[in-house]
């Protein structure tokens, strides 16, 4: 079920299995500001709908922003995850990316109670986002 689309992110809701599924966009520095609002959105729905487990599909996203700006905004993403029901999030990753140790180091965080794990396949991820927490 579709419960956002903004043209710059679409967030999909299983109700069944409990799941947002949400495909990142390529973003550069002149989306920065659409970026965080859309990081917002995500969160206020998660709120909104009382959703435990989130699948984030960042594969084909492309990120031209400096490593500071970057970590900064997943860190503020991070934190405000942990505030909302959200228990497990599943990252779909492409293994070569380099920001894959900034977004680690910052979920890696033992005082955030979200589980979160990555995988290279959406199945997988599905996969461990069913299974009991």
Known sequence: MN?????FI???YDPVIDVIYVIMPTVDRTDLPK???????IVEHIKNF??????LDVRDAK??????AYASMISNFS?????SHLQKMARVVDE???????????FIDKTLSLVTRSFTE????LEWLKEKR
Do not use: C, W
């Open 3 to 7: 419960i956002f689309d903004n043209g």
């Open 50 to 55: 009382y959703i435990r487990n989130m699948l």
């Open 96 to 106: 070569r990316s380099l920001r894959e140790s900034i977004v680690h180091d910052i």
């Open 10 to 12: 679409n967030l999909e």
């Open 35 to 41: 970026v965080e609002q859309s990081l917002a959105i």
């Open 79 to 83: 934190r405000t995850l942990s505030d």
């Open 122 to 125: 959406v199945v997988p991820a």
């Open 63 to 68: 990120v031209f922003i400096n490593e500071k």
